[in-house]
T-cell receptor
Framework: KQEVTQIPAALSVPEGENLVLNCSFT??????LQWFRQDPGKGLTSLLL?????REQTSGRLNASLDKSSGRSTLYIAASQPGDSATYLC???????????FGAGTILRVKS | DADVTQTPRNRITKTGKRIMLECSQT?????MYWYRQDPGLGLRLIYY???????NKGEISDGYSVSRQAQAKFSLSLESAIPNQTALYFC????????????FGEGSRLTVL
C-alpha cells in the first residue's frame, strides 16, 4: 500500500528565504506526483505535476523534483513571500487511472 | 466562475439526518472524485466515477453513497449523518486521456452535531 509522508509538518521562515518542502513515498512505482497549495478554508490548487518519466518541473519561483528510486520529491520555493503562506500537499498517483494518495501536508508561514 | 463548484459550502446538521453534497463541473472531464479532509490525515478518497455509468468505492466509503447524474454532476450523500463525519469534503475532476492532473472544488464544510 502506497503511503505518502511530508516533512516538516509546519515551517515558519522570514520573507525572502529560499525553502524546501519534502515528500516521501513508499512505493517507487508511480504514474505521477502532484503538488498542491491549499489556503485556509479553500480548495486545493494544483501547482506542479511531475510525470514518472520526468525529473523536475518549474513554474515561476517553484521547482519540484522527483527521484523515484529513492521515493522522494521536493518542492523548492525561491525568495519566499508572505503570500506563499499556505498548506502544501503532495499526492502520488500509483498507476494510470488509480486514485491519488495524499500526504498530510506542510503548513508554511512566511513572516514579513 | 469556478470550474468545479460545490454546494453547500457550509452545512451544520444533526446526527441521523440525511445530507447531500453536490458537485458540478464545467471542465468537460469524465472523471470525478469525492474526498474528505481531516486535520493531520490529509485527503482520503470516498468514491470516484470514471463516467456516468461507473461508480467505484474509495478507501472510506462506509456511510456514504454517490450518484453520477450526468457527466458534469456528481453528488455525495450521507444517509444518516454521524459526528465523526464532520469534515471538509472536496470534489475533484480529471480528464481522460490526460496527464492525470486533478482539479478541486473549494470544499464543503460539514458539521454533524
Amino acid at each position: 500500500k502506497q503511503e505518502v509522508t511530508q516533512i516538516p509538518a509546519a515551517l515558519s521562515v522570514p520573507e525572502g528565504e529560499n525553502l524546501v518542502l519534502n515528500c516521501s513515498f513508499t512505493d517507487s512505482a508511480i504514474y505521477n506526483l502532484q503538488w498542491f497549495r491549499q489556503d485556509p478554508g479553500k480548495g486545493l490548487t494544483s501547482l506542479l505535476l511531475i510525470q514518472s518519466s520526468q525529473r523536475e518541473q518549474t513554474s515561476g519561483r517553484l521547482n519540484a523534483s522527483l527521484d523515484k528510486s529513492s521515493g522522494r520529491s521536493t518542492l523548492y520555493i525561491a525568495a519566499s513571500q508572505p503570500g506563499d503562506s499556505a498548506t502544501y500537499l503532495c499526492a502520488v498517483r500509483p498507476g494510470y487511472g488509480n486514485k491519488l494518495v495524499f500526504g498530510a501536508g506542510t503548513i508554511l508561514r512566511v513572516k514579513s | 466562475d469556478a470550474d468545479v463548484t460545490q454546494t453547500p459550502r457550509n452545512r451544520i446538521t444533526k446526527t441521523g439526518k440525511r445530507i447531500m453534497l453536490e458537485c458540478s463541473q464545467t471542465k468537460g472531464h469524465d472523471r470525478m472524485y469525492w474526498y474528505r479532509q481531516d486535520p493531520g490525515l490529509g485527503l482520503r478518497l470516498i468514491y470516484y466515477s470514471f463516467d456516468v455509468k461507473d461508480i467505484n468505492k474509495g478507501e472510506i466509503s462506509d456511510g456514504y453513497s454517490v450518484s453520477r447524474q450526468a457527466q458534469a454532476k456528481f453528488s455525495l450523500s450521507l444517509e444518516s449523518a454521524i459526528p465523526n463525519q464532520t469534515a471538509l469534503y472536496f470534489c475533484a475532476t480529471s480528464g481522460y486521456p490526460s496527464t492525470g492532473e486533478l482539479f478541486f472544488g473549494e470544499g464543503s464544510r460539514l458539521t454533524v452535531l
